[in-house]
């Protein structure tokens, strides 16, 4: 029976574009009565991929939430990717995931209870692999399906990596390619084949938890992890919140092979749009580029890698053992330099 479910037919737009655009985001919060507290150490004064909470002098926790509609037909899988892309935001600010809570929104009336015990399967899993506890969680019945997690992980206070201290003469790593969006809106329509999603699907799945703690071995200046907001977006904020311009070569950046042709032929997410509407303006592009790469830079990721802001004397070394650990397709894709005009060139 869930061979023949496609779940898929509920998604408005591909990869994690079913998140709000930046600028709606920004309209919403603007104006609320929003408190700091001297424990709360990373909050929405700075956007950062999770808020981190003082407990005590040796220990902070770090909460995030992320769940949107499926992307991937198979329920199992449906739920470790989007698992695994929660799990993400705790290992992009150097921490260890400790429990998590689903959160789900199924539509009974159209799917047999089967799916989602499936999908809750396919999220356990993931949970597991990163050593975190399942504990609870909350679900509605909804018209359009969804999940995701609830994740808190533990750090020192002393410890935190965050996207806002990136400091001119850095390198910037990215350690996944870019172009799930572009995969899963083609999937969608029924113009990728399975074989071809592989090494797609195989990078959603891997936790980014083996480039964390290598990147908190060597000593880096910002991460971020690269997921609805694109590369290009998620470049944007660690710019903004370190008050630099960062320098990225379009040349240099990895794409999942076929992505190219995907975004040549037209598949482009609802989220390319929502990206290119907010960050375009905050963007000098240096050289006219292909409609088709100006688009994969700004697809919206899921579960996508981190992009790591590290002292030049470093980088080499980060690359390395990033390589030597099996992430293999890391790459330097640009550097930190002084604030500029723009906060984002491409080169």
């Known amino acids: 029976m869930l061979r023949n479910v496609r779940l898929t037919q509920t998604v408005q737009s591909g990869g994690c574009a079913a998140k709000l655009s930046p600028s709606i985001l920004a309209k919403a919060l603007c104006g609320l009565p929003l408190k700091g507290h001297p424990n709360l150490l990373v909050g929405l004064e700075k956007p950062d991929d999770a808020g981190i909470y003082k407990l005590s002098p040796d220990i902070a926790i770090i909460q995030t939430v992320d769940f949107f509609p499926p992307i991937v037909d198979k329920p199992f899988l449906f739920g470790q990717i989007a698992a695994a892309n929660a799990l993400s935001d705790i290992y992009a600010m150097g921490g260890k995931p400790i429990t998590a809570m ?119 200046n910002a991460c971020t992890d690269i997921t609805g907001f694109s590369l290009i977006g998620h470049s944007y904020l660690m710019a903004a919140n370190s008050n630099v311009s960062i320098v990225l070569d379009h040349k240099a950046v990895m794409y999942f092979p076929q992505a190219m042709a995907l975004a040549r032929a037209g598949f482009t997410p609802g989220g390319t749009f929502n990206n290119k509407n907010f960050y375009l303006s905050y963007v000098d592009m240096k050289k006219k580029l292909p409609e088709e790469i100006i688009n994969l830079l700004f697809d919206p990721q899921t579960s996508g890698g981190l992009l790591i802001s590290v002292a030049l004397d470093k980088a080499q070394l980060l690359l390395k053992r990033l390589k030597d650990k099996g992430i293999k397709q890391a790459t330097v894709v640009g550097e930190v330099i002084k604030r500029s005009r723009k906060l984002v060139i491409i080169d």
């Open 102 to 220: 689903n959160v789900v929104g199924f539509p009974s009336q159209k799917f047999p209870i089967t799916i989602l015990k499936e999908i809750l399967k396919g999220g356990i899993d993931k949970v597991q692999e990163a050593g975190a506890v399942l504990v609870g969680g909350h679900t509605i019945n909804d018209t359009e399906l969804k999940y995701g997690l609830a994740v808190t992980g533990i750090i020192h206070p002393d410890k935190i990596i965050t996207n806002s201290n990136a400091r001119p003469g850095n390198k910037l790593i990215l350690t996944k390619p870019i172009g799930t969006g572009v995969f899963t809106t083609a999937l969608k329509g029924g113009k990728v084949s399975a074989d071809k999603m592989a090494s797609v699907i195989k990078s959603m799945l891997t936790l980014n938890r083996d480039a964390s703690k290598i990147m908190q071995k060597i000593g880096v």
